[in-house]
């Protein structure tokens, strides 16, 4: 099979193609137009573009596409920030259509799109909550979960000429990140000596390459029109930086309440803004940590086979990685 992975260089387009690299299958991979490549191998071609450009889709899907190729959409801008950017609308909405053109124009097998958990309307506390049908940007808070939502429309909306599938991941750790990743990057300032404290709050996490065994797994075992949540478990803030802390014998850290986070956002901003550095918490993730976050990976571990890995063992792969990260050496 071919398969062409959009996204490549960031956390879980760049775990997918890892994994691609001992499969008989041939691949290209979609970089920015400043993007680096982070994996090589001989079965692996690298092309450069702009998903919301269909023009510069072509090179990647021409001469290749078709019946015989899967195409796995993770190129996304993931942001904390409440409103929606340019860039995030640009990517996340505009380029999902381009890539769900070039898909039908190249008659591909089959689009695997990833889109987020936050994507579905938040139930109240205490609801499992499972896959959805109706995406709706009114109906979920914050930039990334509308634009998410605007992006799994589109692809609903064209099941009639594309054979498609979503699938939902929660909260993405786990390895081969330096710290582009939110979790990662409050995971990095620990160890490095830069975090004074830890917020109350959590949400559901999930190991990277369990994501990536999902999208691969969607792309032959997948129903068509249908979506999976690819879950993982519960985790405080706490519990997270106390496991790493564990493993590095780093000192705990005070824990401060969410009101006294949210009085401190307008000093966090402006230090952000004047020492050009991004902001480890906002409004909006603020209320995503108390936010209702249980997800049912049920239907994905059913039919996919998807299964979610020990959370120790993704933080501890994940601090193993840092460690090696010349900014930590020594850690």
């Given at each position: 099979?071919?398969?062409?992975?959009?996204?490549?260089?960031?956390?879980?387009?760049?775990?997918?193609?890892?994994?691609?690299?001992?499969?008989?299958?041939?691949?290209?991979?979609?970089?920015?137009?400043?993007?680096?490549?982070?994996?090589?191998?001989?079965?692996?071609?690298?092309?450069?573009?702009?998903?919301?450009?269909?023009?510069?889709?072509?090179?990647?899907?021409?001469?290749?596409a078709?019946?015989?190729?899967?195409?796995?959409?993770?190129?996304?801008v993931?942001?904390?920030?409440e409103?929606?950017?340019?860039?995030?609308?640009?990517?996340?909405?505009?380029?999902v259509?381009?890539?769900?053109?070039?898909?039908?124009?190249?008659?591909?097998?089959?689009?695997?799109?990833?889109?987020?958990?936050?994507?579905?309307?938040?139930?109240?506390?205490?609801?499992?909550?499972?896959?959805?049908?109706?995406?709706?940007?009114?109906?979920?808070?914050?930039?990334?979960?509308?634009?998410?939502?605007?992006?799994?429309?589109?692809?609903?909306?064209?099941?009639?000429?594309?054979?498609?599938?979503?699938?939902?991941?929660?909260?993405?750790?786990?390895?081969?990140?330096?710290?582009?990743?939110?979790?990662v990057?409050?995971?990095?300032?620990?160890?490095?000596?830069?975090?004074?404290?830890?917020?109350?709050?959590?949400?559901?996490?999930?190991?990277?390459?369990?994501?990536a065994?999902?999208?691969?797994?969607?792309?032959?075992?997948?129903?068509?029109g249908?979506?999976?949540?690819?879950?993982?478990?519960?985790?405080?803030?706490?519990?997270?930086?106390?496991?790493?802390?564990?493993?590095?014998?780093?000192?705990?850290?005070?824990?401060?309440?969410?009101?006294?986070?949210?009085?401190?956002?307008?000093?966090?901003?402006?230090?952000?803004?004047?020492?050009?550095?991004?902001?480890?918490?906002?409004?909006?993730?603020?209320?995503t940590?108390?936010?209702?976050?249980?997800?049912?990976?049920?239907?994905?571990?059913?039919?996919?086979?998807?299964?979610?890995?020990?959370?120790?063992?993704?933080?501890?792969?994940?601090v193993?990685?840092l460690?090696?990260?010349?900014?930590?050496?020594?850690?």
């Open positions: 099979m071919n398969y062409i992975i959009t996204g490549a260089a960031g956390h879980l387009g760049s775990t997918i193609l890892r994994k691609l690299q001992s499969r008989n299958c041939q691949v290209r991979a979609l970089l920015s137009r400043r993007g680096k490549p982070r994996i090589t191998g001989e079965n692996i071609q690298y092309f450069q573009g702009d998903v919301a450009d269909r023009e510069s889709l072509e090179p990647l899907f021409r001469n290749f078709g019946e015989d190729t899967f195409v796995i959409h993770t190129a996304a993931i942001s904390i920030q409103e929606i950017t340019e860039k995030m609308y640009r990517t996340n909405v505009l380029g259509r381009s890539v769900i053109d070039a898909c039908i124009r190249y008659g591909v097998r089959r689009l695997v799109h990833v889109s987020s958990v936050h994507a579905i309307p938040e139930l109240p506390q205490g609801t499992v909550q499972t896959e959805i049908r109706d995406y709706d940007p009114e109906r979920v808070t914050g930039g990334y979960a509308k634009t998410k939502a605007l992006g799994a429309r589109s692809v609903m909306e064209n099941l009639d000429r594309l054979d498609a599938v979503i699938t939902l991941p929660s909260g993405i750790i786990g390895p081969y990140d330096d710290g582009r990743n939110h979790l990057q409050l995971a990095k300032e620990y160890l490095s000596g830069g975090l004074p404290a830890i917020v109350d709050g959590g949400y559901d996490f999930t190991d990277v390459r369990d994501v065994e999902g999208c691969l797994s969607a792309c032959e075992k997948g129903r068509r249908e979506s999976y949540i690819l879950s993982g478990h519960y985790l405080t803030i706490e519990e997270v930086l106390q496991e790493v802390g564990a493993i590095t014998g780093k000192k705990k850290l005070p824990k401060i309440p969410l009101r006294i986070a949210r009085a401190g956002l307008p000093f966090v901003s402006m230090y952000c803004r004047l020492t050009g550095r991004r902001p480890l918490y906002t409004a909006y993730s603020l209320h940590l108390k936010s209702n976050a249980l997800f049912s990976h049920e239907k994905a571990s059913r039919e996919l086979g998807y299964r979610s890995r020990d959370p120790k063992e993704t933080i501890r792969d994940m193993d990685y460690r090696r990260d010349t900014h930590l050496v020594g850690i």
